[in-house]
């Protein structure tokens, strides 16, 4: 049980980065696609710097 709730610890944690390293804004959401954008935006942050 522990290591499901490491794991959706560590899914929440790097969905949080993606949201904040991307800028997105709720209007910005609203208006288009967030599934384009966060897989944008998850290709920028896992890229290795």
């Known amino acids: ?3 499901l ?3 959706q610890i560590e899914y ?3 969905l949080g980065q ?3 390293h991307s800028g997105l804004t709720v ?3 609203q208006a288009t696609s967030l599934a384009t954008k966060l897989s944008c935006a998850i290709k920028n942050v896992l ?3």
Do not use: C, F, I
């Open 12 to 14: 929440w944690a790097t």
């Open 5 to 7: 709730v490491d794991s």
């Open 1 to 3: 049980m522990n290591r």
């Open 18 to 20: 993606v949201v904040e």
């Open 27 to 29: 209007q910005e959401t």
């Open 47 to 49: 890229k290795p710097r």
